[in-house]
């Protein structure tokens, strides 16, 4: 555009304005048919000097025109800007209520799935629920050790619905992974399943409990009555307790002395075996010693103490008859006679009940030492001698006499009395009128009394009386009162 050739007056030349002509701006059109028309209006319109005339007022409407499309451009860029705002304050607000958005990954770890696992051990819950996006598990306690799991099945149930509840509104289709989500409603399958014959075994522990609960009501009423009952009858209890105590007593007291008494049994059988049955045994044992032992004869198991000779011609005698001192009274009765009197060791008669048992088997031989008071001595042996041998009972018998047999040197003074009873004071069995016992102060087998009469008053030597002291008539007469007299018998041995 070249207007600076024109004169200030306004007088422009043709041919620059046809210059103008001809060179069109560029982007105007070039074509023929353009430019002629272009031609035409401005000679039919002379068109010219009105452009010239009016070029001032051409510039003075261009700045209107770039105004409105300025204003254009703001007001749209605004309303952009609105819309981008409502988006985003959209966006924000489904962001902060956690609305899942497409086209927002999770910068907390990707899509959130859920993680479930059982039986725990860091909290001991058997089953646990967590969410990886807030880390908080959420734990469904089931106590295996007790039986009332109602709370936690319904909190279980609760959870399991809420879940199922939230896995349908999920839209599928975020999850990323499918077979996490596969797993996921499996396991809630197996946990459902496991949970509901945990209920059935709930139910059935239950239905157990009610009827423990019975059995054990029935078990406390049962305990009362029993501890009643007891209560009823402590006292009877008690006594019969120390009855049963008392009786206990009695027989350990009754198991002891049969004890005891089996021991002695015992030790009495064993002694049988080896009990003398007379001072022969005991000297046939090795005793040597003269002194007083217990014999136990065949007809008298009980035993009894005798004095045993053991050293006149071989020992073994068992002395009947002892007289040495006069310190015992021999003029005595039947019972004396009979059971004995006397000291042992001193003077004494044994009893005919103790001479016939130890004789009435027969087979002893009968010795008689003597001694007068000029320290003479003499014996009498007779080879047989028994007492009662052939009675049935020999005590109503009177103890008769069986000797025979004599050698010694004191002479035969008793075979005469062989066949005789025996005579006390107080039982007269001898063949005299008299009773020779009283007769002669004395106690023997007397016939029409007697050749000896050992029990008669010891009357120290010779006496004026007639044959009632300790006479041996066949070596001291009829009035010498010997000062020691000896009967004693032992088995006699064999003849060899
Ligand atoms: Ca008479």
């Known amino acids: 555009m070249t207007v600076s050739s024109c004169s200030p007056s306004g007088d422009c030349p043709l041919r620059p304005r046809l210059q103008l002509l001809l060179y069109p701006p560029a982007g105007s059109p070039t074509n023929r048919t353009g430019l002629l028309l272009l031609g035409r209006r401005m000679m039919l319109n002379d068109e010219w000097t009105i452009m010239n005339n009016s070029s001032s007022e051409l510039d003075s409407k261009r700045p209107n025109k770039y105004k409105r499309c300025c204003t254009f451009l703001l007001w749209s860029v605004i309303v952009l800007l609105v819309i981008a705002a409502i988006v985003m304050a959209t966006l924000t607000v489904l962001h902060l209520t956690q609305y899942p958005l497409p086209f927002i990954s999770s910068n907390r770890g990707g899509v959130s799935t859920p993680a479930i696992s059982t039986i725990t051990k860091d909290s001991g819950a058997l089953v646990t629920i967590s969410r990886v996006t807030d880390r908080e598990p959420v734990s469904v306690f089931l106590d295996p050790n007790c039986p009332d799991f109602s709370e936690h099945f319904l909190r279980w149930e609760a959870l399991q619905s809420s879940l199922l509840r939230t896995l349908t509104n999920h839209n599928a289709d975020e999850w990323k992974e499918r077979g996490a989500f596969q797993k996921l409603g499996d396991d809630l399958k197996v946990l459902t399943g496991h949970a509901h014959n945990l209920r059935l075994e709930t139910d059935s522990l239950k239905r157990g409990q009610g009827v423990l609960d019975q059995r054990m009501d029935r078990l406390q009423s049962e305990q009362s009555r029993v501890i009643q009952v007891l209560s009823d009858s402590h006292s009877a209890v008690l006594k019969l307790a120390e009855s049963f105590s008392d009786s206990l007593l009695g027989l350990k007291r009754e198991a002891e002395s049969l004890r005891r008494l089996k021991s002695e049994l015992s030790r009495d059988l064993t002694q049988t075996a080896v009990q003398p049955r007379d001072c022969s045994n005991i000297v046939a044992s090795g005793v040597s010693q003269d002194g007083v032992y217990s014999v136990f004869p065949t007809h008298d198991p009980d035993g009894f103490m005798v004095y045993c000779d053991m050293s006149t011609d071989g020992g073994g005698w068992t002395v009947i008859q002892r007289r040495e001192d006069g310190s015992?009274?021999?003029?005595?009765?039947?019972?004396?006679?009979?059971?004995?009197?006397?000291?042992?060791?001193?003077?004494?008669?044994?009893?005919?009940?103790?001479?016939?048992?130890?004789?009435?088997?027969?087979?002893?031989?009968?010795?008689?030492?003597?001694?007068?008071?000029?320290?003479?001595?003499?014996?009498?042996?007779?080879?047989?001698?028994?007492?009662?041998?052939?009675?049935?009972?020999?005590?109503?018998?009177?103890?008769?006499?069986?000797?025979?047999?004599?050698?010694?040197?004191?002479?035969?003074?008793?075979?005469?009395?062989?066949?005789?009873?025996?005579?006390?004071?107080?039982?007269?069995?001898?063949?005299?009128?008299?009773?020779?016992?009283?007769?002669?102060?004395?106690?023997?087998?007397?016939?029409?009394?007697?050749?000896?009469?050992?029990?008669?008053?010891?009357?120290?030597?010779?006496?004026?009386?007639?044959?009632?002291?300790?006479?041996?008539?066949?070596?001291?007469?009829?009035?010498?009162?010997?000062?020691?007299?000896?009967?004693?018998?032992?088995?006699?041995?064999?003849?060899?």
């Open 328 to 496: 015992v009274n021999f003029f005595r009765g039947w019972e004396a006679y009979r059971d004995g009197f006397g000291i042992t060791t001193g003077e004494h008669w044994l009893g005919l009940q103790r001479i016939y048992a130890l004789t009435r088997s027969g087979g002893f031989e009968l010795r008689i030492d003597m001694a007068d008071f000029d320290n003479a001595t003499a014996f009498a042996l007779y080879s047989d001698f028994s007492v009662g041998r052939d009675s049935v009972n020999p005590e109503e018998d009177g103890y008769p006499l069986t000797v025979d047999g004599y050698s010694g040197t004191a002479g035969d003074s008793l075979l005469k009395h062989s066949g005789m009873r025996f005579t006390t004071k107080d039982r007269d069995q001898d063949q005299s009128e008299n009773n020779c016992a009283a007769y002669y102060q004395g106690a023997w087998w007397y016939r029409n009394c007697h050749t000896s009469n050992l029990n008669g008053q010891y009357l120290r030597g010779g006496h004026a009386s007639y044959a009632d002291g300790v006479e041996w008539s066949s070596w001291t007469g009829w009035q010498y009162s010997l000062r020691f007299t000896e009967m004693k018998i032992r088995p006699r041995k064999p003849e060899s």
